[in-house]
Protein backbone atom coordinates (compact mmCIF):
# COMPACT_ATOMS: atom_id res chain seq x y z
CA UNK A 1 0.00 0.00 0.00
CA UNK A 2 2.42 2.19 0.58
CA UNK A 3 4.37 1.84 -2.74
CA UNK A 4 0.60 3.51 -4.06
CA UNK A 5 1.60 6.67 -1.44
CA UNK A 6 4.51 7.29 -2.69
CA UNK A 7 3.40 6.62 -6.22
CA UNK A 8 0.88 9.24 -6.11
CA UNK A 9 3.10 11.94 -3.83
CA UNK A 10 5.46 11.66 -6.97
CA UNK A 11 2.61 12.27 -9.68
CA UNK A 12 1.31 15.34 -7.50
CA UNK A 13 4.86 17.03 -7.66
CA UNK A 14 5.46 16.16 -11.30
CA UNK A 15 1.79 17.58 -11.97
CA UNK A 16 2.32 20.58 -9.78
CA UNK A 17 5.64 21.43 -11.67
CA UNK A 18 4.38 21.08 -14.97
CA UNK A 19 1.24 23.40 -14.27
CA UNK A 20 3.55 25.80 -12.22
CA UNK A 21 3.51 29.76 -14.20
CA UNK A 22 7.05 30.64 -15.68
CA UNK A 23 7.68 33.10 -13.00
CA UNK A 24 8.63 30.46 -10.64
CA UNK A 25 11.89 28.76 -11.82
CA UNK A 26 13.00 25.42 -11.21
CA UNK A 27 16.66 25.63 -10.50
CA UNK A 28 19.33 22.46 -10.24
CA UNK A 29 21.20 21.33 -7.06
CA UNK A 30 24.35 20.85 -8.57
CA UNK A 31 26.73 18.10 -6.93
CA UNK A 32 29.36 20.33 -4.85
CA UNK A 33 32.79 18.60 -6.18
CA UNK A 34 31.87 17.12 -9.41
CA UNK A 35 29.18 20.09 -11.48
CA UNK A 36 31.39 20.03 -14.88
CA UNK A 37 32.14 16.52 -16.47
CA UNK A 38 34.12 15.35 -19.02
CA UNK A 39 34.90 12.67 -21.36
CA UNK A 40 38.26 13.52 -21.97
CA UNK A 41 39.67 10.94 -19.55
CA UNK A 42 37.37 7.90 -19.64
CA UNK A 43 38.80 4.47 -19.72
CA UNK A 44 37.26 1.54 -18.46
CA UNK A 45 37.20 -2.04 -19.60
CA UNK A 46 33.87 -4.03 -21.09
CA UNK A 47 33.17 -7.51 -21.71
CA UNK A 48 29.86 -6.29 -23.21
CA UNK A 49 29.37 -5.96 -27.43
CA UNK A 50 30.85 -2.77 -28.92
CA UNK A 51 30.48 -0.23 -31.52
CA UNK A 52 34.09 1.82 -32.73
CA UNK A 53 33.34 5.46 -33.13
CA UNK A 54 34.59 7.93 -35.09
CA UNK A 55 37.38 10.40 -33.06
CA UNK A 56 36.21 13.40 -35.14
CA UNK A 57 32.75 12.71 -33.22
CA UNK A 58 33.30 10.79 -30.49
CA UNK A 59 36.43 11.18 -27.65
CA UNK A 60 35.38 7.72 -25.90
CA UNK A 61 36.88 5.56 -28.69
CA UNK A 62 33.70 2.69 -28.26
CA UNK A 63 30.17 2.65 -27.78
CA UNK A 64 28.95 0.03 -25.02
CA UNK A 65 26.18 -1.79 -25.85
CA UNK A 66 23.33 -2.74 -23.83
CA UNK A 67 21.44 -4.71 -26.28
CA UNK A 68 22.77 -6.30 -29.69
CA UNK A 69 22.00 -3.68 -32.14
CA UNK A 70 20.20 -0.54 -30.62
CA UNK A 71 22.97 1.34 -29.51
CA UNK A 72 25.01 0.38 -32.17
CA UNK A 73 22.60 2.02 -34.68
CA UNK A 74 22.00 5.28 -32.59
CA UNK A 75 25.35 5.61 -32.75
CA UNK A 76 26.01 5.41 -36.30
CA UNK A 77 22.50 7.65 -37.10
CA UNK A 78 24.57 10.30 -34.98
CA UNK A 79 27.74 10.11 -36.60
CA UNK A 80 26.34 10.29 -40.05
CA UNK A 81 24.37 13.46 -39.25
CA UNK A 82 26.47 16.24 -40.01
CA UNK A 83 25.11 18.77 -37.65
CA UNK A 84 25.87 16.62 -34.63
CA UNK A 85 29.30 18.15 -33.65
CA UNK A 86 29.74 15.40 -31.06
CA UNK A 87 28.30 12.91 -28.99
CA UNK A 88 28.80 10.18 -26.49
CA UNK A 89 27.10 6.79 -25.31
CA UNK A 90 26.72 7.39 -21.46
CA UNK A 91 28.57 4.55 -19.83
CA UNK A 92 30.69 4.74 -17.02
CA UNK A 93 30.46 8.30 -17.62
CA UNK A 94 29.31 9.63 -14.05
CA UNK A 95 26.41 11.41 -15.43
CA UNK A 96 23.16 10.74 -13.53
CA UNK A 97 20.00 12.25 -13.43
CA UNK A 98 18.22 11.64 -9.63
CA UNK A 99 14.75 10.27 -9.68
CA UNK A 100 12.47 8.82 -7.47
CA UNK A 101 10.15 5.69 -7.59
CA UNK A 102 7.63 4.57 -4.94
CA UNK A 103 9.57 6.66 -2.61
CA UNK A 104 12.58 5.61 -3.10
CA UNK A 105 15.53 7.24 -4.47
CA UNK A 106 17.39 6.03 -7.60
CA UNK A 107 19.92 7.24 -9.98
CA UNK A 108 19.04 7.65 -13.82
CA UNK A 109 21.41 7.00 -16.43
CA UNK A 110 20.37 8.31 -20.01
CA UNK A 111 21.77 6.27 -22.98
CA UNK A 112 23.56 9.43 -25.08
CA UNK A 113 24.47 12.83 -24.89
CA UNK A 114 24.70 14.49 -27.65
CA UNK A 115 25.76 18.43 -29.36
CA UNK A 116 23.70 19.44 -32.18
CA UNK A 117 23.83 22.66 -34.39
CA UNK A 118 20.14 23.20 -34.66
CA UNK A 119 20.88 26.42 -36.12
CA UNK A 120 21.87 28.78 -33.59
CA UNK A 121 25.52 28.07 -34.58
CA UNK A 122 28.82 26.29 -33.13
CA UNK A 123 28.85 28.89 -29.51
CA UNK A 124 25.02 27.84 -28.92
CA UNK A 125 25.04 24.04 -29.59
CA UNK A 126 21.80 22.24 -28.40
CA UNK A 127 22.71 19.57 -25.41
CA UNK A 128 20.25 16.43 -26.20
CA UNK A 129 20.18 14.04 -23.81
CA UNK A 130 18.65 10.74 -25.70
CA UNK A 131 17.16 7.68 -24.13
CA UNK A 132 16.66 4.93 -26.45
CA UNK A 133 13.44 3.17 -25.55
CA UNK A 134 12.29 -0.60 -25.98
CA UNK A 135 8.92 -1.74 -24.00
CA UNK A 136 7.43 0.33 -22.19
CA UNK A 137 7.82 0.20 -18.45
CA UNK A 138 7.01 1.97 -14.91
CA UNK A 139 10.90 2.72 -14.00
CA UNK A 140 11.47 4.08 -17.41
CA UNK A 141 8.45 6.60 -16.95
CA UNK A 142 9.51 7.68 -14.24
CA UNK A 143 13.23 8.03 -15.45
CA UNK A 144 11.60 10.27 -18.76
CA UNK A 145 9.01 12.01 -16.65
CA UNK A 146 12.12 13.52 -14.21
CA UNK A 147 14.43 14.06 -17.20
CA UNK A 148 12.20 15.92 -19.60
CA UNK A 149 9.99 17.65 -16.84
CA UNK A 150 12.11 18.30 -13.69
CA UNK A 151 15.51 17.90 -15.28
CA UNK A 152 16.03 20.07 -18.57
CA UNK A 153 13.98 22.81 -17.48
CA UNK A 154 16.02 23.33 -14.02
CA UNK A 155 19.25 22.99 -15.84
CA UNK A 156 18.15 25.49 -18.74
CA UNK A 157 16.38 27.66 -15.77
CA UNK A 158 20.43 27.83 -14.14
CA UNK A 159 21.85 28.99 -17.51
CA UNK A 160 25.11 28.20 -17.14
CA UNK A 161 25.42 24.93 -18.81
CA UNK A 162 24.06 25.85 -22.45
CA UNK A 163 20.31 24.72 -23.86
CA UNK A 164 19.28 21.39 -22.98
CA UNK A 165 16.35 19.17 -24.50
CA UNK A 166 15.40 15.87 -24.46
CA UNK A 167 13.93 12.72 -26.86
CA UNK A 168 13.11 9.23 -26.35
CA UNK A 169 13.42 7.36 -29.31
CA UNK A 170 11.45 3.99 -29.64
CA UNK A 171 12.82 3.26 -32.94
CA UNK A 172 17.07 4.06 -33.89
CA UNK A 173 16.69 2.87 -37.41
CA UNK A 174 14.61 6.49 -37.76
CA UNK A 175 16.62 8.54 -35.29
CA UNK A 176 17.73 11.01 -37.88
CA UNK A 177 14.21 11.86 -38.37
CA UNK A 178 13.12 12.04 -35.19
CA UNK A 179 16.35 13.86 -33.61
CA UNK A 180 15.57 16.51 -36.95
CA UNK A 181 11.90 16.64 -36.01
CA UNK A 182 12.28 17.17 -32.37
CA UNK A 183 15.31 19.81 -32.43
CA UNK A 184 13.55 21.29 -35.82
CA UNK A 185 17.59 21.21 -37.10
CA UNK A 186 18.64 21.82 -40.54
CA UNK A 187 21.60 19.55 -42.00
CA UNK A 188 24.79 21.80 -42.37
CA UNK A 189 26.88 21.00 -45.35
CA UNK A 190 29.60 19.10 -44.07
CA UNK A 191 32.89 21.27 -44.41
Not at 1 to 18: C, G, L, P, Q
Not at 34 to 40: A, F, H, L, Q, Y
Not at 60 to 66: F, K
Not at 81 to 100: A, C, D, S
Amino acid sequence: MIEFAHDAVDRIYKAIVASTDAAAKLKPILRPYDTVGSTRYVDFDTTRPVYATRADKCQVSHVVADTDSWEQKMAEALEDMPEVIRYVKNHNLGFTIPYTLNGEERQYIPDFLACLDDGHGHDDLLNLLIEVTGEKKKDKAAKVATARTLWVPAINNHGGFGRWAFLEIADPWDAQNLIRAHATCKPQPKS
